[in-house]
């Protein structure tokens, strides 16, 4: 697996010809293109899937990273919940407001109502930005996901035939069994370890 600076740095190069060809061959506005990036970095430098481990990203957040401390709990590093393309993404967004939901329901209805109003106000004039937004999120983690996997079977195959030492091997004992006090002597038979009184 790539450390969280291998992430970074990828995903630092590949966001500006990204950006580019959003803005030249798709012909987004300069402000879509804008909240693409803005996603796609805060996503590569604060909410990437490594959030699941103490990694760069996690230690990025300061005093707030306790915030993550039972998403880290919650899953294991690399699962399918915590990496695989959008539904990660999708879950940590989700796992990002639930403190703010939660304390609003216990602010009362006055500031619920006018909480309310100006979601309701802001929202639909935000939306097309808001999808631009989810959306570089979402691209970063895909390509945090391809990176892994790429990564991940690169040393499976340079790894590929290499000579793996069986269990017993690891810890000097013989597969039939030849006693306590007996190890490998450097490839070449087996010698008497025991203490001899």
């Known amino acids: 697996m790539p450390m969280g600076i291998t992430h970074r740095t990828i995903n630092t190069f590949v966001s500006v010809p990204l950006t580019g060809m959003g803005y030249l061959q798709l012909h987004r506005t300069t402000l879509e293109c804008a909240v693409f990036l803005g996603g796609y970095?805060?996503?590569?430098?604060?909410?990437?899937?490594?959030?699941?481990?103490?990694?760069d990203g996690y230690k990025s957040w300061g005093l707030?990273?306790?915030?993550?401390?039972?998403?880290?709990?919650?899953?294991?590093?690399?699962?399918?919940?915590?990496?695989?393309?959008?539904?990660?993404?999708?879950?940590?967004?989700?796992?990002?407001?639930?403190?703010?939901?939660?304390l609003l329901y216990f602010l009362g209805a006055a500031i619920q109502s006018s909480v309310r109003e100006?979601?309701?106000?802001?929202?639909?004039?935000?939306?097309?930005?808001?999808?631009?937004?989810?959306?570089?999120?979402?691209?970063?983690?895909t390509l945090h996901f391809f990176l892994d996997i790429t990564s991940t079977n690169l040393k499976k195959l340079l790894h590929f035939g290499k000579h793996?030492?069986?269990?017993?091997?690891?810890?000097?004992?013989?597969?039939?069994?030849?006693?306590?006090?007996?190890?490998?002597?450097?490839?070449?038979?087996?010698?008497?370890t025991a203490r001899r009184r």
């Open 164 to 192: 793996r030492e069986s269990f017993f091997e690891h810890h000097g004992e013989s597969k039939r069994g030849r006693g306590k006090g007996y190890r490998r002597n450097s490839g070449y038979g087996w010698r008497n």
């Open 118 to 141: 100006t979601v309701f106000d802001w929202v639909p004039g935000a939306f097309p930005y808001l999808i631009f937004l989810v959306a570089g999120m979402m691209f970063s983690d």
């Open 41 to 55: 970095t805060f996503a590569t430098f604060l909410m990437n899937p490594d959030l699941d481990l103490e990694s």
């Open 64 to 102: 707030m990273r306790f915030y993550w401390w039972p998403y880290q709990k919650a899953f294991a590093h690399r699962s399918f919940f915590s990496h695989f393309p959008i539904i990660s993404t999708i879950l940590r967004i989700v796992y990002l407001l639930w403190l703010p939901i939660l």
